[in-house]
């Protein structure tokens, strides 16, 4: 059974930091593409930033362009967002997905449960 379990979330003051991670099992992730998407209540879900296969290529939304960082684990299973500079607009519930190729394209196959990050002001 495929699994993708967050977790990281929580309470924060603004300006402050988190590191979300997402653990992928039941298949081998090591060759998918991964990333970290959330939703706002109210809202609907965003794409925050992609990874690769290999982790050499990412990219991001602009809105957290420079205070977010996406990586994944050497084992390659697991990916990291690690948010700096937290704003209270961050506030989400925070979700990891895995696409089965090697780069995203926008198709993405397996989703976690989500994980609540809440920035105070």
């Known amino acids: 059974q495929v699994q993708l379990v967050e977790s990281g979330g929580g309470l924060v003051q603004a300006g402050g930091s988190l590191r979300l991670s997402c653990a992928a099992s039941?298949?081998?992730?090591?060759?998918?593409?991964m990333g970290w998407f959330r939703q706002a209540p109210g809202k609907e879900r965003e794409f925050v930033a992609g990874?690769?296969?290999?982790?050499?290529?990412?990219s991001y939304a602009e809105s957290v362009k420079g205070r977010f960082t996406i990586s994944r684990g050497n084992a390659k299973n697991i990916v990291y967002l690690l948010m700096n500079n937290l704003k209270p607009e961050d506030t989400a519930v925070y979700y990891c997905?895995?696409?089965?190729?090697?780069?995203?394209?926008?198709?993405?196959?397996?989703w976690g449960q989500g994980t609540q990050v809440t920035v105070s002001s």
């Open positions: 990874i690769n296969w290999s982790g050499g290529s990412t």
């Open positions: 997905a895995a696409e089965r190729s090697s780069i995203w394209h926008g198709k993405w196959d397996y």
């Open positions: 039941g298949r081998t992730f090591s060759n998918y593409a």
